[in-house]
């Protein structure tokens, strides 16, 4: 494993991490399968383990965190989310200095910790003005309850907002933020995030960079069974397309002539963004996580670059 900066901050992540959307407390909910994979990314040099309140509507928080909670605290880069609903109540959502205020101490309490490394505003709330939604955060991290906090798919615009009235008024700004980014998924990270991100110091860690798991090559065939894009709509019509199937078969001769797998060449892909600090990936087995992890130290050369370039842009 290799270990990038959080953007300009002093804290190290590896470059490759483990998430819990989607598939702790969701596809996967037996505690030892979990456990077996959480162990084996931790073993495989893996620092930085990535939650959200509302994954599996904090189930997920709690199946990792009763792994984590094992595991030396000081070694471990620990992050949650905050903004979408966790029950019917109105202020139970949303960047309000209440909601942020109150939902750190749900995440710490199912996670295990008397901290978190990175806390996330999970989306932009339009709603909130922004000197509330940053002196609340700062607020979290006075308090203790969080080291740095970041943000997650928030226009690019709006980050520097946030950088921008942090500095000017002594707050902690923040220092991350985690959009979608894949090979099919491109345009709006190279074109309007990193821009910004690059400058100002706040380092990326991407979410779905296997593209829902096409990228790894399992639909090459058709839809298997229990497959993540086989089993949502929603999400195989954005995905699933004649396009995108062929363009990953092209990729095959690639990852072969560099003896890896697809999985690692679509994070290698990534990580060779000097504004990427880390790739976040999930897993249902622990051999997922034993593919991913073989990304990190990955290094592309210009050729295969271009050679990828070629085939994405077909």
């Known amino acids: 494993m290799e270990y990038r900066n959080l953007g300009r901050s002093g804290l190290k992540v590896s470059e490759v991490s483990l998430g819990g959307w989607v598939t702790f407390g969701h596809s996967v909910h037996d505690e030892q399968m979990v456990r077996d994979i959480v162990m084996k990314a931790y073993e495989e040099g893996v620092n930085f383990f990535d939650q959200a309140d509302v994954y599996a509507r904090g189930r997920s928080e709690e199946l990792m965190g009763a792994v984590l909670r094992e595991l030396p605290r000081h070694t471990l ?15 139970d959502r949303g960047l309000s200095r209440k909601h942020i205020l109150h939902s750190i101490d749900g995440s710490l309490k199912r996670l295990g910790t008397d901290h978190l490394d990175i806390y996330f505003a999970h989306r932009y709330d339009d709603s909130v003005p922004m000197d509330e939604i940053v002196m609340a955060f700062d607020q979290v991290i006075r308090d203790g309850k969080a ?134 990936t999930g897993a249902t087995r622990v051999g997922q996580i034993e593919d991913t992890v073989k990304a990190a130290g990955v290094r592309l050369t210009d050729d295969v670059v271009t050679r990828i370039d070629e085939i994405l842009n077909r």
């Not at 779905?208 to 949502?232: C, F, H, I, V, W």
């Open 147 to 280: 080291l740095y906090w970041g943000t997650s798919m928030w226009p690019a615009a709006r980050i520097a907002e946030a950088v921008e009235f942090a500095r000017a008024h002594g707050l902690h700004a923040p220092v991350t933020e985690q959009p979608e980014y894949s090979m099919l998924r491109r345009e709006r990270v190279e074109g309007e995030i990193l821009p910004y991100t690059g400058k100002a110091g706040v380092g990326l860690v991407v979410w779905s960079p296997l593209a829902m798991g096409l990228l790894t090559g399992k639909y090459d065939e058709g839809r298997p069974e229990g497959a993540r894009l086989t089993d949502n709509e929603n999400w195989s019509k954005n995905f699933l397309t004649d396009e995108n199937i062929q363009k990953v078969r092209d990729l095959k001769p690639v990852a072969d002539d560099l003896g890896i797998t697809r999985a690692q060449l679509a994070l290698a892909w990534i990580l060779r963004q000097p504004g990427v600090s880390s790739v976040i």
């Open 77 to 91: 880069v620990i992050s949650s989310k905050v903004y979408w609903p966790m029950s019917d109540d109105v202020n």
